[in-house]
Structure formats: structure tokens, C-alpha cells
């Protein structure tokens, strides 16, 4: 198992034979790794990377816990081939905060009481974000509907809605006319950046 980190870019010819060159950019910064094919992108962040904010729960696609954020589209980490996302730019709930201030989604999970073991709670957030960026969500009923693939074994689902419709809200007054035709606002992404 390889990774390597640094900026200039990998030395294809020198890849051993069966591990796959490739490069990351991951909450802004850029990383040339060197992987075995058959590494998920949730390995990658949590075994290779120390990146252990992205939570493995299922490691099947059913529960939601690995949710990262891919060029701005929300995935479930652990059925991503890393090698498939070659340039692509992720973040996790790592590179949601800026300068000791948490995300706006952040801390209305912390406002709303949206968390108890918080094991679910950095894929809820991924989740959230890639929700409101897509532009979908125009009521709290919308907003319950599709963060419905985010399972939370303590419950808190009243709370998790309640905090995301209320940046959805925030969102939506902040840019009317955005919110009014059903665009993405971007807002999440251009924090996140
Ligand atoms: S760990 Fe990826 S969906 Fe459950
Ligand atoms: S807060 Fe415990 S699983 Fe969601």
C-alpha cells in the first residue's frame, strides 16, 4: 500500500506494476497518490489520509455515515473507487470550517441539538450541503425526503431537519431570486472553498 503526498505531479513511469497513479485535491489541498485500484474512496480518506471525519458505518452504500462532497455533488465514499475520481476536488467535514469558525451548517446542527453520538453528523452535513447546492429543496418536507439516504441509528431526525431547513431558509433569503427560479445557490461550495 502506497501514498504519497506532495504537489508536483506523479511519476507515471516509476508506478509499480498494479499501483495506479493519481492525483486528489482534497479540502484545497493537492495530493499525488499512489494506490491500489481496489481502494475505496473512504480508505483512502480514513487509512491512507488520518482523514477520520468521514465515518464508516455500512461500507455498503445503505447508511449514509461515509457522505463526502465530489466536485460539489454529494457521494457515499465507500462505494467510490478512488482511482475513478483522478483530479477531482472533495471535501469532508474537515474543510468545512474556516479560522476557527465552524460552517453555518455546522453550527446549526449545534443550535438545533441535530446530533447525539454524532456518529452520523459529518454525512449528514456532507449531505446537506450537496442537498442545498442542488437546488431541490424548497420546504422542510423536501429537505426530510431527500436526506432520507443518511440513516441516524440514535434518532435525531426532528433535529437534522430542523437545522438544514433553517440554512435552507437562511439560503433562500439571503439569495431570492436564486431560491425563487430553484437554482443552486452555490453558497455551500463557495464556504466550503
Ligand atoms: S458507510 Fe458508506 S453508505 Fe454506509
Ligand atoms: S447522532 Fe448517533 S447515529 Fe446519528
Redesign the pocket.
Known amino acids: 500500500m502506497h501514498t504519497v503526498t506532495r504537489t508536483e505531479p506523479p511519476d507515471t513511469a516509476a508506478a509499480p506494476a498494479g499501483i495506479v497513479p493519481l492525483e486528489l485535491t482534497i479540502n484545497g489541498a493537492r495530493h499525488a497518490l499512489r494506490l491500489e485500484p481496489w481502494t475505496s474512496l ?1 480508505d483512502l480518506l480514513r487509512e491512507h489520509l488520518q482523514l477520520t471525519g468521514t465515518k ?11 457522505t463526502v462532497l465530489v466536485n460539489g455533488t454529494r457521494i ?4 467510490a473507487l478512488a482511482v475513478a475520481l483522478d483530479g477531482a476536488e472533495i471535501t469532508t467535514v474537515e474543510g468545512l470550517a474556516r479560522d476557527g469558525e465552524l460552517h453555518p451548517m455546522q453550527q446549526a446542527f449545534v443550535d438545533h441539538d441535530a446530533l447525539q453520538c454524532g456518529y452520523c453528523t459529518p454525512g449528514q452535513i456532507c449531505s446537506a450541503l450537496g442537498l442545498l447546492d442542488e437546488g431541490h429543496a424548497h420546504c422542510r418536507d423536501d429537505v426530510r425526503e431527500q436526506m432520507s439516504g443518511n440513516l441516524c441509528r440514535c434518532g435525531a431526525y426532528v433535529n437534522i431537519a430542523n437545522a438544514v431547513d433553517a440554512v435552507r431558509r437562511e439560503q433562500a433569503c439571503s439569495q431570492p431570486d436564486s431560491a425563487a427560479n430553484g437554482q443552486p445557490t452555490n453558497a455551500a461550495r463557495e464556504h466550503a472553498r
Open positions: 473512504l464508516k458505518g455500512c461500507d455498503h452504500g445503505q447508511c449514509g455515515a461515509c457515499n465514499a465507500c462505494l
